[in-house]
């Protein structure tokens, strides 16, 4: 079946250094969903990618789908302390089923 | 307000004790998911509907069970519950058409079988 692999695992970075995590599918996707959830909190939807090779910004956010819409790349410049958190990628196949990767767990020094 | 409901938020029960995790939305949506979340493992899905009385399997649907009678809600039923389905469970729904498939998920629920 499909399988999105994410990495890397864990990632603790220095405030302002940036950070990025991958994302690839064993299988072409329609679309894919990136998702952020705090400590103690639940994944909240930050953006859907759908074009081949489409980027997309918010703020220090910026966000990448493949030209062969099987990988995808979340990048953020300069963390802050409030980007703490795990970052899940999700990639739907037509039909609804979205298949989350283990996710990216960041932590932030001050 | 949109939101997912669920209930309860945390659960301490013992092993084959039946119990139900209740999963309510007021947003019409047709599409509404289980997942369990477990440490490096990300999210699973258990079970999945598409609409009121379609339901199918996710990818970890072993000791569970679903129904979808009405749209808005989406219970989960362990029968026998066992230890290693101790985690934290959550529930979301989203729209189905053309767009944005969003999930919105619920708070989740904190699940421990003794």
């Known amino acids: 079946g499909q399988q999105v692999m994410q990495i890397p695992q864990y990632q603790h970075v220095q405030e302002g250094e940036d950070f990025t995590t991958y994302c690839n599918s064993s299988?072409?996707?329609?679309?894919i969903q990136w998702y952020k959830q705090r400590p103690g909190g639940h994944p909240v939807f930050l953006i859907q990618?759908?074009?081949?090779?489409e980027v997309k910004k918010q703020k220090r956010l910026t966000f990448q789908f493949g030209e062969a819409k099987k990988n995808s790349s979340l990048h953020i410049t300069a963390t802050q302390t409030t980007d703490v958190g795990t970052y899940f990628c999700?990639?739907?196949?037509?039909?609804?089923?979205?298949?989350f990767g283990a996710g990216t767990i960041l932590r932030v020094k001050s | 307000e949109a939101q997912v409901t669920q209930n309860p938020r945390y659960l301490i029960t013992v092993t084959g004790k039946k119990l139900t995790v209740t999963c309510s939305q007021n947003?019409?949506?047709?599409?509404m998911s289980w997942y369990r979340q477990d440490p490096g493992l990300g999210l699973r899905q258990i079970y999945y509907?598409?609409?009121?009385?379609?339901?199918d399997k996710g990818d970890v649907p072993e000791g569970y069970k679903v129904s979808r009678k009405e749209k808005r809600n989406f219970p989960l039923i362990l029968e026998s519950p066992s230890p290693n389905q101790t985690s934290l469970y959550f529930c979301?729904?989203?729209?189905?058409?053309?767009?944005?498939?969003?999930?919105?998920f619920g708070p989740g629920t904190r699940l421990t079988v003794t």
């Open positions: 979301a729904s989203s729209y189905r058409g053309t767009g944005t498939h969003e999930q919105y």
């Open positions: 299988t072409t996707l329609s679309n």
């Open positions: 990618l759908v074009k081949s090779g």
């Open positions: 999700a990639g739907q196949e037509y039909g609804n089923k979205l298949v």
């Open positions: 947003m019409n949506h047709e599409y």
């Open positions: 509907s598409m609409n009121v009385e379609v339901t």
